[in-house]
């Protein structure tokens, strides 16, 4: 079984920053790609950052400049920097990951952290 644990959410103010842990723990092989989503309320889950196990970071253009995804390979737990938050950053934010298991190789979701920026 593998879990993912997502921790760091909270509510803040317009320009204030905000940093998401997300760990991945049970029987690991290895973590490849891992991501962060978000999706607001009646809207689609969207994909903010991804980082390849190599360190390679892609961003949404509505974040680029503003979020950092990094990652500790060591502990297979990634991070999301959120710095100049905005109202419109409101969401709960999802950590997604593809696991390799023995014999197996599939994404797995955490459970959502809910970040609120008020204006």
């Known amino acids: 079984q593998v879990q993912l644990v997502e921790s760091g959410g909270g509510l803040v103010q317009a320009g204030g920053s905000l940093r998401l842990s997300c760990s991945a723990s049970?029987?690991?092989?290895?973590?490849?790609?891992m991501n962060w989503y978000r999706q607001a309320p009646s809207k689609a889950r969207d994909l903010v950052a991804t980082?390849?196990?190599?360190?390679?970071?892609t961003y949404a253009e509505s974040v680029e400049g503003r979020f950092t995804i990094s990652r500790d390979n060591a502990k297979n737990t990634v991070y999301l920097q959120m710095n100049s938050l905005k109202p419109e950053d409101t969401a709960v934010y999802y950590c997604?990951?593809?696991?390799?298991?023995?014999?197996?190789?599939?994404?797995?979701w955490g459970q959502g952290t809910q970040v609120t920026v008020s204006s």
């Open positions: 049970g029987r690991i092989v290895s973590v490849n790609a």
């Open positions: 997604n990951a593809k696991v390799v298991r023995v014999g197996v190789r599939r994404y797995y």
């Open positions: 980082i390849t196990s190599g360190g390679v970071s």
